[in-house]
């Protein structure tokens, strides 16, 4: 049964256009083709990926925000009840009104103290500003190296400037060594992103983060394996170079560069709109929807390839709508944009504790009324 579905799997309809075998992509003539066997790297590189993070974070990220001033804020944990945990981790962490004065019932508190309770103990789940900026900074150094390397691999390639080069003897394209170490580097991050994804910071779309994440991988493993590789860097060096803008702005928001990361940021948004809204649908994906058509028939390759990349499509629409939203704010709000702080769409953010705002407020007037006190003394 394993190896009906193994031959089924490595059909050549599947993976090949018109009358093509795997034999004719194998080596020879000193002719280097892209193999399944060589993906096996990514699991290595993704969790060499892991150590290089970690090390990074402690080593240069944790002092750089020490030395920014960048700190967790203080939290007040939630006190223990069996009751309100058993809701918040079974039932949901945002009780309804109806459920608060239900659980009013069953623990004899009244609503407000079952109120500041959830606030409390929702701010507990999430992550701190240190953990926010480390992560930010990681990204942002690999998307930069990434992409330099993405530009060292493209920039003397003719299908960098005529796309229909990207079909010139396809399948048949032997493969390039800075081919091999750029999509080793892509898959294994997108790997170790996979592997991280319960730990990293979880944002309001999660969901889209995960599907953009598989929706990647599949993209990487499939366009390897059909030999898919010359659109393949394309796709990823595009991608880059507007991610190293957002991960950057993050990161001065972070260090309350507000200015600087308000201006990255739009920069960014202009580069996003460029990359993602037109060079990806209309030369990219028009690549590789026309132009294999002139060459050989259409095979289940060609239309899995293509429904992928429009699946990206509509998560870079997706994103679009949550950067327009910012962009709205910051122009006619007249409230300065904290993208990952106070206007990012997509941040979980930690809700304010009124109850201790309160009790801060109060020691502050006190002390404030002491100190004029003493002056007065004086």
Not at 354 to 367: A, G, I, P
């Amino acid at each position: 049964m394993l190896q009906t579905l193994g031959e089924w799997l490595w059909w050549d309809r599947l993976w090949l256009p018109g009358n093509l075998t795997w034999s004719a992509l194998e080596d020879s003539e000193g002719r280097i083709y892209a193999k399944a066997s060589h993906l096996y790297a990514a699991v290595p590189c993704a969790f060499c990926l892991l150590l290089v993070r970690y090390l990074f974070e402690r080593y240069l990220a944790t002092p750089l925000a020490n030395v920014w001033g960048i700190r967790d804020q203080i939290r007040l944990t939630a006190e223990p009840n069996p009751i309100l945990e058993n809701y918040f981790c079974s039932q949901a962490r945002l009780p309804s009104q109806a459920d608060v004065r239900s659980l009013c019932k069953k623990t004899s508190w009244p609503e407000r103290r079952i109120q500041v309770w959830f606030r409390r103990r929702r701010n507990q789940d999430r992550p701190g500003l240190q953990k926010r900026f480390c992560e930010a900074s990681w990204r942002c150094v690999f998307y930069f190296f990434a992409f330099v390397g993405g530009v060292l691999a493209l920039y003397d390639k003719p299908w960098l400037y005529n796309l229909k080069e990207v079909w010139e003897g396809f399948p048949k394209q032997s493969l390039l060594p800075s081919q091999y170490w750029y999509y080793l580097l892509e898959t294994g991050f997108y790997l170790s992103l996979l592997f991280r994804l319960s730990f990293d910071v979880k944002r309001k779309d999660f969901k889209e983060q995960v599907i953009h994440h598989i929706a990647t991988m599949t993209l990487l493993v499939f366009s390897w394996i059909s030999n898919y590789i010359r659109i393949g860097t394309l796709v990823m060096a595009i991608h880059d170079s507007a991610d190293i803008l957002l991960e950057g702005a993050k990161v001065l928001n972070y260090a309350k560069w507000h200015q600087t990361a308000n201006g990255i940021f739009m920069v960014f948004t202009v580069l996003f709109m460029v990359t993602r809204l037109v060079i990806f649908p209309f030369w990219l994906i028009h690549c590789t929807w026309v132009y294999p058509l002139e060459r050989f028939s259409p095979f289940f390759g060609y239309y899995f390839f293509n429904f992928m990349l429009m699946l990206l499509q509509i998560l870079h629409l997706y994103w679009a709508v949550l950067i327009l939203r910012m962009v709205y704010k910051f122009i006619f709000s007249k409230v300065r944009l904290h993208m990952s702080l106070e206007g990012d769409d997509r941040s979980d953010e930690e809700e304010e504790d009124s109850d201790s705002l309160k009790e801060t407020n109060h020691k502050s007037h006190m002390n404030g009324s002491g100190a004029r006190g003493r002056a007065n003394g004086h």
